[in-house]
């Protein structure tokens, strides 16, 4: 799929942004087009995407504003597994995070920050929290369904709810 300048996408693993320019680049002797995209919610950061790429990698536009309310009312209402095998459960995020289905990336973010709030995360558990939480809120921010400090209050709302209830 061709995206133009403008266009907000999601690059899984990184979030959402938009692109701002088309560039040739030579890489290795090799003349490649990279989209130029600048990242919603780091400020200043830019990422260069291979265009030969993006399918591949799982490149697509960011959801329309109604697809980002049902978002946020599946992250109230998804339930929270407890793996309590550490590998397992970092190798079944880090797959649900690389998918680039915001679906999976709001149940990795739910349950880590369950998992937070109840027994705390190591390191490496809150490296990727923070991560899947900059995808996923930087992808509702551009779809328009809210600010990211509401965005980020109803997912706090919805784990201390959970909590409370349990």
């Known amino acids: 799929m061709l995206y133009n300048i403008g266009d907000k996408i999601v690059y899984p693993m990184h979030g959402a942004g938009v692109i ?18 600048k990242m919603t919610l780091t400020g200043e950061m830019t990422v260069m995407i291979p265009m030969q790429s993006c399918d591949e990698i799982g490149v697509r536009f960011v959801i329309e504003k109604e697809e980002g309310a049902k978002v946020l009312e599946a992250f109230r209402a998804a339930p929270v597994e407890d793996s309590g095998n550490w590998n397992k459960r970092h190798r079944d995020n880090m797959q649900k995070i690389k998918s680039g289905d915001i679906y ?8 880590l920050m369950y998992r937070d709030k109840a027994k705390g995360l190591s390191t490496s558990e809150r490296k990727m929290l ?8 930087s992808e509702l921010v551009l779809s328009k369904v809210a600010g990211r400090n509401d965005i980020e209050s109803i997912m706090c709302d919805s784990v201390d709810e959970l909590f409370e209830a349990r």
């Open 20 to 37: 701002e320019s088309i560039e040739e680049k030579m890489i290795l002797g090799k003349k490649q087009s990279y989209y130029v995209m």
């Open 104 to 111: 999976q990336v709001l149940n990795v973010v739910k349950e």
């Open 130 to 137: 923070n991560n899947a939480k900059q995808i996923m809120v």
